[in-house]
């Protein structure tokens, strides 16, 4: 009886560690633009093998971009009260200067064949789910 009740402790121990191990209950937490920044960076040196200056020049213009990006977030989240298609729609909007920016600074560094390569295939895989942002 003893031996039954102590594995089916073991078990149970067992079984909720891993949810502990987690952080405790599925808490979302955004990436850091440093980290935004090293999954580009992986991305662009896995598809193009750019030497270290346009490497360093991509890793500059994204790490300005998801700064721009996480300011632009807090506002928003801010002024729309918790609605989160209001906050969407006006990331939007607000982003979209900053995108231009960006891809200003992506493009020279590419050069135009590779940078549409980038666009159409491997700049969707860096939003959260790897597809376009939802609408």
Same mark, same amino acid.
Request: hydrophobic residues 40%; charged residues 35%.
């Given at each position: 009886? !003893? ?16 949810? #502990?191990? &987690? ?14 920044? !090293?999954?580009?960076? #992986? ?5 193009? !093998? ?19 990006? %996480? ?11 918790? %609605?989160? %298609? ?5 990331? &939007?909007?607000?982003?979209?200067? #900053? ?12 050069? %135009?064949?590779? #940078? !549409?390569?980038?666009?159409? &295939? ?12 939802? &609408?």
């Amino acid at each position: 009886m !003893k031996k039954t009740i102590i594995a089916l402790a073991v078990v149970m121990v067992a079984g909720i560690a891993p949810s #502990f191990a &987690q952080g405790g209950g599925g808490g979302f937490q955004m990436p850091t633009p440093e980290e935004r920044v !090293k999954r580009v960076h #992986f991305k662009a040196d896995s598809a193009f !093998k750019l030497d270290e200056a346009k490497m360093k020049d991509m890793d500059a213009a994204y790490l300005d971009y998801y700064k721009a990006q %996480d300011k632009v977030r807090e506002e928003a989240m801010a002024s729309a009260g918790g %609605d989160r %298609d209001a906050m969407r729609a006006a990331m &939007q909007e607000k982003m979209k200067p #900053f995108m231009e920016t960006l891809d200003g600074k992506v493009k020279p560094i590419l050069g %135009d064949d590779k #940078f !549409k390569v980038w666009k159409e &295939q491997i700049e969707p895989t860096l939003r959260g789910r790897g597809g376009p942002p939802r &609408q």
